[in-house]
Each structure stands twice: as C-alpha cells, then as structure tokens.
C-alpha cells in the first residue's frame, strides 16, 4: 500500500467520564488476530491537537501515543490536560509515548512524557 496521511486533526473543549485511554493514538492498533503487527503504520499523523480536555480516566495510562516506529508521529500538541483517574482510585495518571514527537502547552495532568 501506498502512504496516506492524516493531518490538521483538532480535538478541543472535550470533558471525559470515566473513558479508557482518554487521550489516544494507536498506530499498531489491531482488533483482530488476522492482522499483521510485523509491518509499521505508514499513515503519517502531524499537526494534531488536543486543547482543553479535561475529565477522568477508567485506567492509568490516561495519555497514549503510541506511532510507527517507520513513520513517527510529529507535531502532536497538548495544551491543558487536566485527566485524573476516576473517583476512588488513588493512583496518579501516566502518560504513555512511542515514536512521537508530542509539544506541551499550559498544564499537564497527567505529566507529559520525557
């Protein structure tokens, strides 16, 4: 197959209840067992960006950005994060990252990726 892309993507002003992975990118996502996860995502994602999601988190991991390690992901920016986990659990959310290069804005919950 040939390259695609996908670019320009906006996600803003987003409240979340109790969602798993709130916020995510998956290039190795695969819901059947027929699929292939020798071959890396050749879909170039840039320029995609999460403002103002706030919310809670069904599990830890409340930021994901998991990209092919053929075609990384660049210019993924988060701006005002604010994911807790869901009320009871008393863990702190992470984040989660994978061949992206992710640019941070204002505050973070959970803390961005090192």
Do not use: W
Request: proline residues 11%.
């Amino acid at each position: 197959p040939g390259r695609s892309a996908a670019t320009d993507i906006r996600f803003e002003n987003i409240k979340m209840k109790h969602v798993k992975n709130p916020i995510i990118i998956d290039q190795a996502y695969c819901p059947f067992d027929s699929c292939s996860s020798k071959a890396p995502s050749r879909v170039r994602l840039s320029n995609i960006y999460f403002k103002n999601i706030t919310g809670t988190s069904a599990s830890p991991v409340a930021v994901m950005l998991s990209c092919s390690k053929g075609t990384p992901c660049e210019n993924i920016y988060l701006q005002d994060v604010r994911l807790n986990l869901s009320p009871g659990d008393k863990r702190l959310p992470i984040s989660s990252c994978e061949n992206v290069k992710a640019r941070y804005i204002g505050s973070q919950m959970p803390p961005p990726c090192p």
